[in-house]
Structure formats: structure tokens, C-alpha cells
């Protein structure tokens, strides 16, 4: 089954994380995301505080035991 959301439930999907205070919201695939007002994405970055509200915190990741080169070592290339 596919569903899609609306742009007010994205808003309120956005409030709930809010509210609760979540980690953050997430989307499987964004290709197909509107541009403008009708964006889903953008009206989500909106109610979590607009692009200034949202934490900009590189990643700590680290895995020294991973058998693979590229995690042990921290993606570098990123």
C-alpha cells in the first residue's frame, strides 16, 4: 500500500515530534516532494523552527571494529 500526506498532516506530524520532543522527522523517499507552499518537507522544517531551528550537529559516528574501511575510519570522504 502507498500513502501520501497532506500538507496540513506533515504540519501536524511536525507538532507531534515537537510536542514530544523527538529526534526529528524522516522521509523515505523525497523525489516526488512539491516545491513551494505545497512542499511537505519544507512546511515540516517550518513548524520544527525553520531552517535555523534545526540542529546542525555533525554525526559521531564511530565504529573502530566495522570490517569495513570506509566506516572504521569515519567516512572520510564525506
Do not use: H, Q
Amino acid at each position: 500500500m502507498v500513502t501520501y500526506d497532506t500538507v496540513p498532516m506533515a504540519r501536524r506530524k511536525a507538532e507531534f515530534i515537537g510536542e514530544r520532543e523527538l529526534g526529528g522527522a524522516m522521509w523515505w523517499e523525497s523525489s516526488a516532494d512539491k516545491e513551494g507552499d505545497e512542499s511537505l518537507i519544507a512546511n515540516v522544517v517550518d513548524v520544527l523552527g525553520g531552517p535555523d531551528g534545526l540542529d546542525k550537529t555533525e554525526n559521531c559516528i564511530e565504529y573502530p571494529e566495522s570490517k569495513y574501511e570506509n566506516l572504521r575510519a569515519g567516512f572520510p570522504s564525506n
